[in-house]
Structures are given as C-alpha cells and as structure tokens.
C-alpha cells in the first residue's frame, strides 16, 4: 500500500525567508502524481503544486517549488520569501493514474503546520 | 464560479443516529470526492463519485455510505454513529477526467461533525 510521511509536525519561518517542508512515501508504482496541498484555518483545502513522477524537471508555481527525487522517494516544498498568508497546515499527497487498474485514491500525509513569524 | 458547497457546516449527533451529510460540485464537474480528517488519523480517503458511480473506495466500514446525484451533487451518510466517527468531513470535486489523476481537486469547507 502507498504510505506518505511528514516527519515534521510544525515548522516556523521569519517573514521573507525560505522554507523547506519535506515529505517522503512509499510505492511499487512507477507512474503516480504527487501534490502539496494548503489548508489555511478556513479548512478549505487548496492546491499549492503538483508533479507528474515520468517528468524530471521540478515543478514551480510562483514562490513554491518541489524538489523532486524519484529514486529517494521524496518531494519536498521550498516556500520563498514566505508572507504571512502561508501560514497553514500543508499537505503531501500520492494519486496513481486512474487508468493503472490500481485503486487511484488521493493518500495524503498526516500534515505539517506552517507558522510563519512577522 | 461558485465553489463547492458543502452544508451544514456544523452538525452534532449522539451515538447511534444516523446522519446526512450534503456536498454539491463547482459548475461542470463530474467527480466527488469525500474525506475524514481527525486530528489522530489525518486525512483518509472515503470514496469518489463520478456521473452516479462509485469509482473508487477507502476502507471505511459500511457505515459509511454515499451516493451521487444527476446533477452531480453528492450525499455522505453514516449509519449507526460512533464516538470515533467526530470528523471533519471535506468533500472534493474535478472534472473527472479519466485518463488523468493530476488533475486539481476542489475542496469545500467541510462538515464538522461531533458525535456525543
């Protein structure tokens, strides 16, 4: 079965500074996607990126980038210049390809809280 | 675009009622997706709807039921409440695109549930 770890429950950050958050997860499948998800005290959850694993070049939205490695199995976050906005808790998750015949569910980590210092 | 709907946003039972819980997709999409999250187990995947069908299952027991409607929207019930059933209950909505799997989830604000 897909596992994903969080090891860190809670990291903080000085406004304006870099942050890393790490995930790493555990799977005999070669093709899968994996996402950083935000859940602000709003509750809603909101994508923050994604990286299909069959693409090399890591994937950037804005601040946010991964830095993906396939063979280690880890997909960490780095958040740049960090606002107080990305206070939140954020989430690692794993989806398989619905068209593998596998059992394509959303696996997330147990989350990590973001607090981030003025 | 309205976002995704999901009704009530707080909702207390006691143990042994059954209950309701209401989630309707943005504009277009076909797919639904339920989830608990506890503060103990996380985030953990309860099934995924898509045009009326379940498509995919978490291991949930079979207390836990849902269905979807033509319009998409799609209902959660619990049967036979349980202490451990207190959650937050988010559901999720895309476009359902079956080739895909990367494709962006949609989260509403979710349902919090306390079971006394």
């Known amino acids: 079965a897909q596992t994903v770890t969080q090891s860190q429950p809670e990291m903080s950050v000085q406004e304006a500074e870099t942050v890393t958050l790490s995930c790493t997860y555990d799977?005999?499948?070669?093709?899968?996607?994996l996402f950083w998800y935000k859940q602000p005290p709003s509750r809603q959850m909101i994508l923050v990126i994604r990286?299909?694993?069959?693409?090399?070049q890591n994937a950037t939205e804005n601040r946010f980038s991964v830095n993906f490695q396939k063979a280690a199995k880890s997909f960490s976050l780095k958040i740049s210049d960090s606002q107080l906005g990305d206070a939140a808790m954020y989430f690692c998750?794993?989806?398989?390809?619905?068209?593998?015949?596998?059992?394509?569910?959303?696996?997330f980590g147990k989350g990590i809280t973001l607090s981030v210092r003025p | 675009k309205a976002g995704v709907t999901q009704t009530p946003r707080y909702l207390i039972k006691t143990r042994g009622q059954q209950v309701t819980l209401s989630c309707s997709p943005i504009s277009g999409h076909r797919s639904v997706s339920w989830y608990q999250q506890t503060p103990g187990q996380g985030l953990q995947f309860l099934f995924e709807y898509f045009s009326e069908t379940q498509r995919n299952k978490g291991n949930f027991p079979g207390r836990f039921s849902g269905r979807q409607f033509s319009n998409s929207r799609s209902e959660m019930n619990v049967s036979t409440l349980e202490l451990g059933d207190s959650a937050l209950y988010l559901c999720?909505?895309?476009?359902?695109?079956?080739?895909?799997?990367?494709?962006?989830?949609?989260f509403g604000s979710g349902t919090q549930l306390s079971v006394l």
């Open positions: 799977t005999s499948e070669s093709d899968y996607y």
């Open positions: 990286q299909e694993a069959y693409k090399q």
């Open positions: 999720a909505s895309s476009l359902g695109d079956r080739a895909g799997g990367n494709e962006k989830l949609f």
């Open positions: 998750a794993y989806r398989t390809p619905f068209d593998t015949g596998a059992n394509s569910k959303l696996t």
